[in-house]
């Protein structure tokens, strides 16, 4: 296994969400940091609220929008919509389902508002638990809300995570 650096992110998505006709939408997304999500990116997150980069967006390839984006993009073809149609079609025929997301670092700002903004997008979804790491890759302690460091904003994961199998863990819903 090769040393990944320090400052990369995966995050991994495991989803099942159902229909009123059809079968469950089931799967896997992973997607590591800095890479560009093909197709919609219908949740774009939030710029940076103060700092040296306030208003820019900084957060645009962070995996865990990354993935959230991916699964949209696989709802947005199973109900063949469009993004002005894409609301509406969920609240008719999605009925229920579930999401959990791990990352390594826990979500920043912009990611947790586009958790926030996907989960107020499907009320019928009942379960979201995201889970990230209590240690860097170099054995440093991460806090459940580690603050962004270096120019950004913010801070990464939960204030209120608990400890779950060695990993921080928020249940969301
Ligand atoms: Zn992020």
Redesign the pocket.
């Known amino acids: 296994m090769t040393t990944a650096a320090a400052y990369d992110n995966r995050a991994i998505l495991k989803y099942r969400i159902s229909f009123t006709a059809g079968p469950d939408l089931e799967g896997t997304i992973e997607r590591m940091s800095g890479t560009t999500v093909v197709g919609s990116t219908y949740y774009h997150?939030l710029p940076e609220p103060k700092g040296k980069f306030a208003g820019q967006y900084r957060?645009d390839k962070?995996p865990?929008?990354q993935t959230v984006n991916l699964l949209a993009n696989a709802v947005f073809e199973r109900l063949g919509c469009n993004d002005d149609q894409y609301l509406a079609e969920i609240l008719t025929q999605v009925t229920g389902g579930s999401i959990a997301l791990y990352s390594d670092k826990g979500?920043?700002h912009?990611?947790r508002a586009v958790l926030k903004q996907f989960l107020q997008d499907y009320p019928m979804i009942t379960s979201c638990v995201v889970t990230y790491r209590k240690t860097d890759g170099r054995g440093r302690p991460i806090q459940a809300l580690e603050p962004a460091g270096g120019d950004l904003y913010g801070s990464y994961g939960y204030e209120d995570a608990v400890e779950v199998n060695g990993n921080w863990c928020k249940v969301l819903r």
Do not use: L, T
């Open positions: 997150g957060h962070d865990e929008r979500p920043c912009s990611c």
